[in-house]
């Protein structure tokens, strides 16, 4: 059977190409509602997704037609696409100045022997943005089109790197939620298409040595590895590499020793210098583990170093970084990071988002557990674990002193005397009275 989108929206567009389903373009020709009236604004984009798939159900004979409508909310005031640049300016600087709720209504109709069975969804995602200045907003607008985007700015693309966080579905922001489709798909037996979301993620259940649980991953460690090739080839395009030849094999050699002893060697691992001035350390899937050259300037001595490599090196034997993307749901992105092309302009713009999530940290869980796993593997490469905290009471004496920038590695990470807990209780020493009145209602459990 055929299927149809009934969108001439370029994300929903490339969103069904990626996950390979084949579909004709069908522009809708009706008018949408731009005023709610007495329907809510799950209602309002169910009408509007409505109207557009029984308009392209009434020119085909027969298919599978899908129809969506977003529309993005703050306060009382709705933003759709804008009319033209002067309005998308105007509408992009007003949605960066505080959150806002993007909704989708989801339209499908199963088309067959002259009968129609249509089932409707939505979905709402909130969006915080970094508040913007008329510069940055200019910059962003000689790079992407705003005018086919509601609210002016897309997420999948430059736009992630104002985009503080969401809550709730990553693609519902693109503009097509993909898991009520998929559920949509279910209800109306089309298992044929349910069958190929299944076929095109691949997912695999693997054990991981380290949180010693049974978990769910979208692509093997093959798939993973090129993901990091990817993003580390935009890096190279976006970022100045130290040039200091014993800056680079000091971290080199303490990499190389720490990677030896960790608890997973399928992989290579990659140890690079950025000549950068922030606080910071970064990895990356498949091995890749970037220093700043403002983080080094700050150890005293290579055992501060080898359990801040430890700790890179934790998050990728966790596979934090997929994870990370996954809980995203962020499919879209990691296909296009597996991509046979390296030169896609797609590809980059994916790894640079990608980079852009890693930078911003990872949860309290996952940086408790490669704190955890740092001291364990920096003490077993032969160095002293004790390193750790004092690097840490060195970064919480930086932040008393002035305060964290963007992406400096103490703004990134939990609260200092939570993680000197955990590695205090990774080395078996015991903890004093700041120790315990620093844990959290939600303890770490030692792995």
């Known amino acids: 059977m055929k299927i149809y989108l009934a969108s001439k929206s370029k994300a929903r567009k490339k969103l069904l190409e990626r996950f390979g389903l084949k579909f004709k373009v069908i522009t809708p020709k009706v008018r949408e509602r731009k005023h709610r009236g007495n329907l809510s604004y799950a209602q309002m984009v169910k009408y509007n997704a409505c109207s557009k798939a029984k308009d392209a159900a ?16 703050q306060g009382d005031k709705i933003f759709g696409k804008p009319g033209n640049m002067k309005e998308a300016r105007s509408m992009l600087k007003e949605l960066s100045s505080k959150p806002q709720w993007l909704y989708t209504g989801l339209t499908v109709i199963k088309k067959e022997e002259g009968r129609e069975k ?25 790079q992407v089109s705003p005018l086919d985007k509601a609210g002016s700015f897309d997420i999948q693309g430059k736009g992630a790197f104002f985009i503080k966080r969401i809550d709730g579905c990553f693609y519902n922001v693109v503009g097509l939620p993909l898991r009520k489709l998929y559920l949509i798909f279910k209800k109306l037996g089309l298992f044929a298409l349910v069958a190929t979301f299944f076929i095109l993620t691949g997912c695999s259940t693997e054990y991981n040595l380290v949180t010693k649980q049974e978990e769910k991953y979208y692509y093997s460690t093959d798939k993973e590895v090129q993901m990091g090739k990817a993003i580390d080839r935009q890096v190279a395009n976006e970022y100045k590499f130290a040039a200091d030849p014993l800056q680079i094999k000091r971290v080199q050699d303490i990499g190389a020793r720490i990677a030896a002893v960790s608890d997973r060697k399928e992989i290579d691992y990659h140890f690079q210098v950025l000549e950068d001035d922030t606080v910071n350390a970064v990895s990356l899937p498949g091995g890749y583990v970037y220093v700043n050259t403002g983080l080094l300037d700050k150890v005293s001595n290579d055992d501060e170093l080898a359990c801040i490599l430890a700790h890179e090196v934790g998050h990728i034997v966790a596979r934090h970084s997929i994870k990370k993307l996954q809980a995203m749901q962020s499919y879209s992105l990691l296909r296009l990071l597996v991509a046979v092309s390296p030169a896609s302009g797609d590809i980059g713009t994916a790894a640079d988002s990608a980079f852009t999530q890693f930078l911003l940290g990872y949860g309290r869980e996952d940086e408790l557990l490669a704190d955890q796993l740092g001291a364990r593997y920096a003490r077993l490469a032969g160095y002293d674990p004790r390193g750790m905290i004092t690097f840490l009471n060195k970064l919480q004496d930086m932040h008393r002193r002035m305060p964290p920038t963007e992406r400096s590695y103490y703004k990134t990470h939990p609260y200092v005397p939570d993680r000197i807990r955990v590695v205090k209780q990774e080395l078996g020493q015991q903890m004093d009275f700041d120790d315990y009145i620093n844990i959290e209602q939600e303890t770490h459990e030692a792995r």
Request: charged share 30%; with cysteine.
């Open 58 to 73: 009434a020119r085909v004979k027969e298919g599978i037609i899908i129809a969506a409508d977003t529309i993005c909310v």
């Open 118 to 142: 249509l089932l409707f969804a939505h979905e709402k995602t909130r969006v915080y943005m970094d508040k913007l200045s008329d510069r940055e907003i200019s910059n962003y607008f000689k």
